[in-house]
């Protein structure tokens, strides 16, 4: 493998010669161009791995450059250099795909190390891109539906693709937030670019630092190499943050930094790395509810709730039920039929589960048909009792019901455990063994404060 390519794009020639020199003594092959015009053409004739380009030059300027590599799809990582360091440039330079931007005077280091980034990049999307390719994804894929409150969704996702503004997305699980985040990011001008996923509640605490934001090398035990974080990853893409409602008080913290001033710092390291993303966030949770008990940052809520997008429950689109249902019989050119009493017996359920519990209803219905045609007797909405538990049941009856006397039980385990742990929610989750978001689920049945 040859060495990698770098050209410099510089007018002023002292500024062009040391840079060449500085680049050749740490192993890099260098090309250079004193006008945009023969920039231009050394891009699309070489191809090289990076390019650091003068915002002022004769001929075409560093960003009509960089416009233009972008435009022919060029994977050159691409950094501006200017001595103008006002917003607008930045933003500018940012906003046309520059991977960073480097102040004049130049500081060598820093110069290096933003280099060593750009190409570290690089080299991720480029393994991205020759990976054996995953099942394709396009804006539409398994949002199905025509009720009114879905149309409305739909609406609201071609007006919220069309800008990079920060969504949050809401709803009960199971209603299909992920798919709708697809949909944004495959409808909007970052679409070529990675959609990064992460969800926040499947990550312990002491990971997702270093899984949102990389880490340096040495930053923490077993830390062996750097790591790139997910905001670098969806640098010139989407960032999506699943569950954002778990996340602790410090590591709300660093999102809003990271929100506010789009930059981050990798564990271990205190250089600000510029990020270019388009960032939405899911949850589950009522955050308004977590704001008053002090689980939430209010600021965070504001700068995450730009727009807001309010999924419903299934119960409340059972017309979409019988489109769903069609969906899921023939995913991947599959071929089965319902009969209508099963459809029905599937449109009078209330589904708490939400889409996810009517596509794993289907799938096992499925398993169990006979030629390919899904009956009633193949639809099964609640686990079936055995014989045993049905004579043990007779043989005890409980007064007022099994059913009335669980939940007094439940309740008065779940009070138990509020008051051992003095009302906090999360080590009271902790003493029962369950989530967060299950306790705040059973307190709400049981009216506990």
Same mark, same amino acid.
């Given at each position: 493998m040859g060495r990698e390519k770098i050209l410099v794009a510089e007018d002023d020639r002292t500024a062009r010669v040391s840079l060449a020199e500085l680049l050749e003594g740490q192993g890099f092959e260098v090309l250079l161009a004193e006008t945009g015009t023969q920039a231009e053409s050394i891009l699309s004739e070489n191809e090289p791995d990076l390019a650091l380009l003068d915002i002022r030059m004769p001929g075409a300027d560093g960003l009509t450059v960089l416009r233009n590599a972008r435009a022919r799809s060029s994977d050159t990582a691409l950094i501006i250099m200017t001595a103008h360091g006002d917003s607008s440039t930045a933003i500018e330079a940012m906003k046309a795909g520059a991977f960073d931007y480097v102040l004049k005077p130049i500081d060598f280091q820093l110069l290096l190390q933003q280099i060593e980034r750009a190409l570290e990049h690089r080299r991720l999307l480029r393994e991205q891109k020759h990976a054996a390719p995953g099942p394709k994804v396009t804006s539409a894929a398994a949002i199905v539906g025509q009720s009114p409150v879905m149309q409305h969704i739909y609406k609201l996702i071609g007006q919220v693709a069309a800008s990079d503004a920060t969504v949050l997305v809401r709803g009960e699980s199971g209603t299909g937030k992920e798919l709708v985040v697809n949909a944004i990011h495959f409808n909007s001008a970052r679409a070529k670019g990675a959609l990064v996923k992460v969800n926040c509640a499947s990550i312990p605490d002491s990971l997702l630092e270093s899984e949102l934001f990389g880490h340096e090398k040495g930053a923490f035990t077993n830390a062996v190499s750097r790591r790139i974080g997910r905001f670098e990853e969806a640098t010139g893409g989407t960032l999506f943050l699943d569950e954002i409602g778990e996340l602790t008080p410090a590591l709300q913290s660093k999102l809003l930094r990271a929100v506010q001033e789009r930059t981050i710092e990798r564990l271990g390291s205190n250089a600000p790395i510029p990020v270019d993303i388009r960032l939405i966030t899911a949850t589950s949770r009522n955050l308004e509810e977590a704001i008053q008990e002090g689980e939430f940052r209010e600021d965070l809520y504001y700068r995450l709730n730009v727009v807001t997008m309010s999924l419903p429950p299934l119960r409340e689109r059972r017309q979409d039920i019988p489109a769903l249902v069609e969906y899921f019989l023939h995913r991947g050119g599959r071929s089965a039929s319902i009969t209508a009493q099963a459809l029905t017996k599937l449109s009078q359920y209330h589904w708490p589960g939400n889409i996810r519990?009517?596509?794993? %209803?289907?799938?096992?219905?499925? /398993? $169990? &048909? @006979?030629? !390919? /045609? /899904? %009956? =009633?007797?193949?639809?099964? $909405? @609640?686990?079936?009792?055995?014989?045993?538990? #049905?004579? *043990?049941?007779?043989? &005890?009856? /409980?007064? !007022? !019901? *099994? #059913?009335?006397?669980? &939940?007094? $039980? =439940?309740k008065s385990l779940v009070e138990r455990a509020l008051l051992q742990a003095q009302g906090n929610k999360s080590k009271a989750a902790d003493l029962l063994g369950i989530h967060r978001r299950l306790l705040y689920e059973k307190m709400r049945r049981h009216g506990l404060s």
């Amino acid at each position: 493998m040859g060495r990698e390519k770098i050209l410099v794009a510089e007018d002023d020639r002292t500024a062009r010669v040391s840079l060449a020199e500085l680049l050749e003594g740490q192993g890099f092959e260098v090309l250079l161009a004193e006008t945009g015009t023969q920039a231009e053409s050394i891009l699309s004739e070489n191809e090289p791995d990076l390019a650091l380009l003068d915002i002022r030059m004769p001929g075409a300027d560093g960003l009509t450059v960089l416009r233009n590599a972008r435009a022919r799809s060029s994977d050159t990582a691409l950094i501006i250099m200017t001595a103008h360091g006002d917003s607008s440039t930045a933003i500018e330079a940012m906003k046309a795909g520059a991977f960073d931007y480097v102040l004049k005077p130049i500081d060598f280091q820093l110069l290096l190390q933003q280099i060593e980034r750009a190409l570290e990049h690089r080299r991720l999307l480029r393994e991205q891109k020759h990976a054996a390719p995953g099942p394709k994804v396009t804006s539409a894929a398994a949002i199905v539906g025509q009720s009114p409150v879905m149309q409305h969704i739909y609406k609201l996702i071609g007006q919220v693709a069309a800008s990079d503004a920060t969504v949050l997305v809401r709803g009960e699980s199971g209603t299909g937030k992920e798919l709708v985040v697809n949909a944004i990011h495959f409808n909007s001008a970052r679409a070529k670019g990675a959609l990064v996923k992460v969800n926040c509640a499947s990550i312990p605490d002491s990971l997702l630092e270093s899984e949102l934001f990389g880490h340096e090398k040495g930053a923490f035990t077993n830390a062996v190499s750097r790591r790139i974080g997910r905001f670098e990853e969806a640098t010139g893409g989407t960032l999506f943050l699943d569950e954002i409602g778990e996340l602790t008080p410090a590591l709300q913290s660093k999102l809003l930094r990271a929100v506010q001033e789009r930059t981050i710092e990798r564990l271990g390291s205190n250089a600000p790395i510029p990020v270019d993303i388009r960032l939405i966030t899911a949850t589950s949770r009522n955050l308004e509810e977590a704001i008053q008990e002090g689980e939430f940052r209010e600021d965070l809520y504001y700068r995450l709730n730009v727009v807001t997008m309010s999924l419903p429950p299934l119960r409340e689109r059972r017309q979409d039920i019988p489109a769903l249902v069609e969906y899921f019989l023939h995913r991947g050119g599959r071929s089965a039929s319902i009969t209508a009493q099963a459809l029905t017996k599937l449109s009078q359920y209330h589904w708490p589960g939400n889409i996810r519990e009517l596509e794993n %209803t289907i799938e096992r219905a499925m /398993v $169990l &048909a @006979r030629e !390919g /045609v /899904v %009956t =009633e007797n193949e639809i099964e $909405l @609640r686990p079936a009792q055995s014989s045993s538990d #049905e004579g *043990w049941a007779a043989q &005890a009856p /409980v007064e !007022g !019901g *099994w #059913e009335a006397n669980f &939940a007094e $039980l =439940e309740k008065s385990l779940v009070e138990r455990a509020l008051l051992q742990a003095q009302g906090n929610k999360s080590k009271a989750a902790d003493l029962l063994g369950i989530h967060r978001r299950l306790l705040y689920e059973k307190m709400r049945r049981h009216g506990l404060s």
